[in-house]
Structure formats: structure tokens, C-alpha cells
């Protein structure tokens, strides 16, 4: 199956296809940290015509995460009644005076696991401390946290929490929108999310801004066929259009979707780079709100502040790309990351110094 999607000579006659159409000057942009790894490491960005330009939008849930929050996982990890567990690339996400892995070496107890789940089983086994997840994700990442939560519920697991973190695409698309700052004129939608919330919460894109949107899968010939779609799109009538349908279908899974609103509700929250964004988070439901880390501990916070001439904020809505950064590549480095882009695996700064490092050297 992979093969078929990596074939070069499917990916050269989409090419040929794609090179055929009248010149125009395009920007397409993707909401997906995968999709941005895959263009640079396929090398789509440079096997496309000039005048086709794509722009990394707010598709990595790491970077999105901001500062305040990351303050706040740090503040809890330095209690001597809390472990605090996440994901591997929010521990060298920078706060604003430190991030996890420092705290960790300074003694804080704090863990690095693949699933919350593995969260529920320490919470079980340690029931004298108080776990801390940090929970951060889109629609495909927090149904997990909505199952472990209900899990802990039902076993009557009192001392396991989340910070809640998360984060829904079609609401952040609606504000690079609404704000106008970016010109957009097609959105790569993402395929793991789409494979959650399916196509109908797209439906505002072609209706109300009139931009074609095709949710595509992550291998070369699936970026691609999305790329043609929305040509085709351009030329006739801006949709929704499902071009990843091994995976994705128009009603989604109801069966997360279910578990996901019977656990959370929508709310504001804040986007690194975006601000306060309406219905765009996840906060707890009534019947669940004792698992919320943030009204289980009060922590006094430092004022939060971003790394100077850190440009994270710009590249996730796509006014700046990592190269007008002036870190990019000197100060900032996967090794020695400043920003969010630069640490996580699905960031646009990581992508772009890992596949497109040559090439921005000149």
C-alpha cells in the first residue's frame, strides 16, 4: 500500500499535471505538522513550479501550546506531591525562565510516556501523589485523554489530573481567516484529524471565504493528488473534497466523537501566535472537571514571555517563513532549540533545517 503512495512514476505524472496548469501565483497552505515534514522531506517544496508556494499553518500542537502553559507544568513539577508526565517534545518547549528537561535535571519528578493511559496506571500504582498530565493535542489526540479520563472516573482514580492543552483545527483555520493577514488560496487539511471530526466542519472554508480544501494523506503521491484537486478546484467550484478516503470519512468517528463531548466542551483558549481564539479549546464538562489540574493546584505563575526574536508566533498563521527568522539555523538549532518550531518533531523550523538546510544555505 505505502509503495503505491510513494511511487515516483505516479508522483511524476501528477507533477507533469501539475506543472501544465496556467501559471498563477498560488499559496497553499497546510494545517498539518506531518504534512510540513513531508513536503520538505520528499522534497515537494522544490519539485513544484515557482509560482506554487505552500505555507505551514498552526498544525503542531506543540508549538500552538503557549508559554502560560508551559509555565504552568513547571510550577506543578516543582511540588513535592505532583509527577508530572508528557509527550517527549514538550519537555524542551522553552517557559519563560526554564522548561521540563532542566526542571527534571534539577530534581523535578517528571516523565516522559507514549499514551495517558500509561498516566492511569501510575496514578494506580502511587496513589499518595497527585499525576499531571499535560494534555496536548488536536481532535486526534484528546478523544485518548477523553477515554483515560472516563476510565479514571468509572475506577474512582481520584488522583490523576490533565492540564488541559488541547486544541481544534477548524476554529484556528476560521482565525488566519477572519484576521486576513495571510492570503490563502487552498488549505491542505489535515488527515489524522479528519480521520476524527471528518469534512463537514470545513464546510465555512469554501462557503463563506470561497477557498477549495482537500484533506490529504502524508505520502508523496497523497500531497501531491491533494495539490491537483485544489487546482481543479480553482478552476471550477471551491469545496470540501476528501482525498485521503482509506482513512477519512464525511461523518468522521462518531464513536470519538461521542466520547470526546461527553468528556470535554468547547471553550476560548489561547493560540501561540494567534491569541485567544472563541470554541477553539477543550475544557472539562461539569461531571468531569475534578480531573483539571489547573482547579485542583494553584500555582503562582511568572509573567509569561516569549523568546526574543523568536518568530514561532508568525510562521504558525504563514505571514513569516524560518528563514526570515534571525535565529534560524545560528542561535537556534535542533540541538539548541529557542523556539517551539525548532523543538518539535512536527514543527516548521525543525522541517525545514533537517530537509531544506542545503538549500536555504544557498
Known amino acids: 500500500m505505502h509503495e503505491d503512495f510513494r511511487d515516483r512514476r505516479i508522483a511524476e505524472r501528477l507533477l507533469a499535471i501539475i506543472e501544465g496548469h496556467p501559471p498563477k501565483e498560488l499559496r497553499i497552505m497546510e494545517v498539518c505538522g506531518t504534512h510540513t515534514m513531508a513536503i520538505s522531506q520528499y522534497g515537494i517544496r522544490q519539485a513544484v513550479p515557482d509560482w506554487l508556494r505552500f505555507l505551514s499553518g498552526p498544525g503542531c500542537p506543540v508549538c500552538v501550546t503557549p508559554t502560560r502553559m508551559v509555565d504552568c507544568a513547571i510550577e506543578m513539577s516543582r511540588r513535592e506531591d505532583a509527577i508530572v508526565l508528557t509527550f517527549g517534545d514538550m519537555m524542551r518547549v522553552p517557559g519563560t525562565e526554564s522548561n521540563l528537561e532542566r526542571e527534571r535535571a534539577r530534581g523535578s519528578d517528571i516523565h516522559v510516556v507514549y499514551s495517558p493511559f500509561d498516566g492511569l496506571q501510575m496514578a494506580k500504582r502511587l496513589k499518595d501523589k497527585l499525576i499531571v498530565f499535560m494534555g496536548v493535542g488536536f481532535e486526534t489526540t484528546s478523544p485518548t485523554f477523553a477515554a483515560t479520563v472516563k476510565k479514571a472516573h468509572e475506577d474512582g482514580i481520584e488522583n490523576f489530573s490533565v492540564i488541559p492543552c488541547f486544541k481544534l483545527i477548524p476554529p484556528a483555520i476560521k482565525a488566519i481567516l477572519s484576521a ?11 488527515g489524522h484529524v479528519s480521520a476524527i471530526i471528518g469534512s463537514e466542519d470545513y464546510r465555512f472554508v469554501p462557503e463563506e471565504y470561497g477557498i477549495p480544501c482537500v484533506i490529504a494523506g502524508f505520502e508523496p503521491v497523497d500531497i ?139
Open 224 to 362: 501531491l493528488h491533494a495539490v491537483l484537486l485544489i487546482l481543479k478546484q480553482i478552476d471550477s467550484r471551491p469545496r470540501v473534497e476528501i482525498g485521503y478516503s482509506r482513512s477519512v470519512r464525511p461523518e468522521g468517528n462518531r464513536v470519538a466523537q461521542a466520547l470526546l463531548w461527553e468528556v470535554f466542551s468547547p471553550c476560548a483558549t489561547e493560540w501561540r501566535g494567534l491569541g485567544v481564539i472563541d470554541e477553539s479549546g477543550l475544557r472539562f464538562s461539569r461531571e468531569y472537571e475534578q480531573f483539571d489540574a489547573t482547579r485542583r493546584l494553584e500555582v503562582e505563575l511568572p509573567e509569561s514571555k516569549d523568546p526574543e526574536e523568536c518568530i514561532c508566533g508568525a510562521i504558525l498563521k504563514g505571514s513569516r517563513l524560518p528563514e526570515e527568522c534571525p535565529l534560524f539555523g545560528t542561535r537556534c538549532t535542533p540541538s539548541n532549540p529557542v523556539g517551539p518550531c525548532m523543538v518539535s518533531s512536527e514543527g516548521t523550523c525543525a522541517a525545514y533545517y533537517k530537509y531544506d538546510w542545503k538549500r536555504l544555505r544557498g
Open 180 to 190: 486576513g493577514e495571510v492570503r490563502v488560496d487552498g488549505f491542505m487539511l489535515p
